[in-house]
């Protein structure tokens, strides 16, 4: 028998989810999605942090070619979930999260984190440009053509650390760039759905020196969300739950704590 016949068994018997061990029945399961120029390793040091206090945890790959096709994935990946979740997004995933919640009445809180909280038919681009600050557009590298037409966008590796990670030790910041997932360019003109955060309770934390999101962006998307707790990190980059997984990790499980009650 092939060795991979038990593994396809179970999937075509629907017997494949992210259950986790016995200490969901007590604590959600965080899911954690990554954003743009990112991939799902940047949440170690917070998936640490989380573990080590009993939470089971997934870090979902986000494929980063739509906000629609993103939302799709994550739903998907959050139906094969048993108990409560707590759904967080960082940088564009805040678009994903905001969509792929809505329908799953195990979602119990959502934490944005440096990340956008879209209204309806508002993109990652706009939102950028609203207030005065973003110095992203100059440090992306020439567009790479994919072969339907559209266009991957990578910062250009020269320029990472400064514009994305500038609070992360340098030398992780390069290993970072050369691993950076690139974001499809159309995604991120890409107007949001309904967002789930009008309906499942929110919480909020960025850094003062994002270069890629203004912080008075997200000081305004938060209090718009009506956030529950906003924490604002002095002097942290865009990669803050990089540079203070410890921070992040704590309002997760703030938000984990307050919403189970």
Do not use: C
């Amino acid at each position: 028998m092939s060795p991979y016949a038990n593994i396809l068994v179970a999937l075509t018997a629907g017997a494949f989810s992210f259950a986790a061990p016995a200490m969901a029945a007590e604590k959600p399961t965080i899911v954690l999605v990554h954003g743009a120029f990112a991939e799902s390793n940047s949440w170690n040091g917070v998936i640490k942090d989380l573990e080590a206090d009993g939470y089971p945890v997934v870090a979902a790959a986000n494929p980063l070619r739509s906000v629609k096709g993103d939302a799709a994935y994550v739903s998907s990946l959050l139906s094969g979930i048993k108990g409560p979740v707590v759904l967080v997004g960082h940088s564009y995933a805040g678009h994903v999260i905001s969509g792929a919640a809505n329908g799953h009445e195990n979602v119990k809180a959502l934490v944005y984190v440096a990340a956008f909280a879209p209204e309806a038919g508002e993109s990652a681009a706009a939102l950028s440009g609203k207030f005065p600050g973003s110095s992203l557009a100059p440090t992306l590298a020439p567009p790479v053509t994919l072969t339907d037409g559209g266009h991957d966008l990578y910062i250009d590796q020269a320029k990472f650390h400064d514009q994305f990670a500038a609070d992360v030790p340098e030398a992780e910041a390069k290993l970072m760039a050369a691993g950076q997932r690139p974001i499809a360019e159309a995604a991120l003109g890409e107007p949001a759905g309904d967002p789930a955060w009008k309906k499942i309770p929110s919480w909020f934390v960025y850094g003062d020196a994002d270069k890629n999101i203004p912080a008075a962006a997200m000081s305004w998307m938060a209090e718009r969300a009506k956030s529950k707790e906003t924490v604002v990190v002095k002097g942290a980059s865009h990669v803050l739950m990089v540079s203070h997984p410890d921070v992040v990790a704590d309002l997760i499980e703030k938000a984990a704590k307050t919403s189970s009650k």
